[in-house]
């Protein structure tokens, strides 16, 4: 009977573990889990209703340093693929504009579901058991070192264990959200094994900038263009609901671009964001409104733009103008006009750093896909496989880092 240790009880280690199963009746299955539950991450996606993929699926949804294979993983295992196999595992969806989510908007239905399958299928869990390293034996098989939590008379002490095991699968998640348990741990795993890495940063998380204008407009939500520059070349831009903060911007849009600035700034670039702040208006018609509101009555600067934009708004684009909002309209120069309208189109602002890894969504970086097959195993050590985040993919907001984990786990655990 083969055996099979799966490191990580996520979203891609328990589709793996029930893939293998599903595929393989001669097959023993352990999954090892550091934390004390099984798909802590998957809780908490979605704001708790868990958006599980997308109709819109590319591999323009996904980043990635040797991205070139990405297409034919999405062509394998696409979003009805998903679906599909959510069906059979009888749980249903809904579509929300091309967002899938589970049918009940809970994203405990999803881990239910999963951790049910497993159980249906003879998958054995064992909770805190933190893997220290995976040693190649001689006869192709692997040692998995582990030090296992265990209770003794209402005392909980750790002690070494070793499992052997046929094949592997590192499904243990990168370094976003620690406060859920990734801490990291499978990228040491993979480099005492000699495979070749991406450096880590933090990816779909806010931006932290060097104008300390922010904190006047602390919690405005607001339609914006986002476009990030790393040494003054365009990066990435995207539109959507920008959310200011005490240390600078967030929000999908800044999630969307934040990984480029974290590998921006991680080169030692110069990066900065222009910001757009009425992207549905040009240049000449906020001009245009500000001299027709300014003559209806409301003489004042800070007045005409009350009625265009967020008055917490108002008073950053104001102070970073250096302009008086009780300054009158008809008092204010060319200059300053065309000062305040360039700032509501094209908001200067230098990007310092990033959220870290506790804040951030996923983590870019890691496994270099160079490094294994189109089943997901490591090309140099047969019976090794690396799924999920680990691997160096991370794809935007919208469903795309889960559809990897499933995808991923589904072709991983199909191999086995």
């Not at 893939?19 to 352990?30: F, L, P, T």
């Not at 295992?77 to 009888?90: A, H, P, R, W, Y």
């Not at 708004?313 to 300054?327: E, G, M, N, Q």
């Amino acid at each position: 009977m083969t055996r099979l240790i799966i490191v990580g009880a996520g979203a891609s280690g328990m589709m793996a573990a029930i893939s293998a199963a599903k595929n393989n009746k001669d097959i023993e299955i352990v999954i090892l889990e550091h934390g004390m539950k099984h798909g802590r991450k998957i809780l908490a996606t979605g704001n708790g209703r868990c958006n599980l993929t997308n109709k819109k699926l590319d591999k323009e949804c996904f980043r990635s340093h040797d991205g070139e294979f990405i297409d034919s993983w999405l062509k394998e295992c696409d979003t009805d693929k998903i679906i599909d196999t959510f069906f059979e595992f009888g749980m249903l969806t809904y579509d929300k504009g091309g967002y899938i989510y589970p049918y009940s908007r809970q994203a405990s239905t999803v881990n239910d579901i999963l951790i049910k399958m497993c159980e249906s299928l003879s998958v054995k869990f064992i909770f805190d058991a933190h893997v220290l390293d995976v040693e190649i034996c001689d006869d192709k098989t692997f040692n998995v070192m582990t030090s296992v939590g265990f209770e003794e008379n209402g005392v909980r002490k750790k002690k070494r264990e070793t499992f052997m095991a046929d094949k592997v699968i590192l499904a243990c998640g990168g370094k976003a959200y620690s406060s859920l348990g990734s801490d990291g741990s499978g990228y040491k795993m993979a480099k005492n094994l000699g495979i070749k890495m991406i450096p880590t940063v933090p990816a779909l998380t806010g931006l932290k900038c060097r104008e300390n204008v922010y904190k006047l407009g602390a919690g405005v939500r607001t339609n914006a263009k986002i476009s990030l520059y790393v040494d003054h070349e365009m990066a990435c831009e995207d539109e959507g609901e920008l959310q200011l903060t005490e240390y600078g911007i967030s929000g999908i849009p800044v999630f969307q671009v934040s990984r480029f600035a974290s590998y921006g700034l991680l080169d030692g670039c110069k990066v900065h964001v222009n910001i757009d702040f009425m992207p549905e208006y040009t240049d000449e018609e906020i001009k245009r409104n500000i001299e027709l509101f300014s003559g209806m009555g409301h003489h004042s600067i800070g007045n005409v733009l009350d009625g265009m934009i967020n008055s917490k708004l108002k008073d950053l684009i104001l102070a970073h103008c250096r302009i008086d909002a009780l300054s009158y309209v008809s008092d204010l120069s060319i200059e300053e006009i065309d000062k305040i309208v360039a700032n509501l189109k094209c908001f200067y602002s230098v990007i310092t750093e990033t959220n870290d890894f506790s804040q951030a969504q996923v983590c870019a970086g890691g496994v270099r896909l160079s490094e294994i097959d189109m089943n997901f195993q490591v090309k140099r050590i047969p019976g090794l496989y690396i799924v999920g985040e680990l691997l160096d993919v991370d794809g935007i907001c919208g469903g795309y880092n889960l559809h990897w984990a499933w995808l991923s786990g589904l072709i991983a655990g199909r191999d086995v």
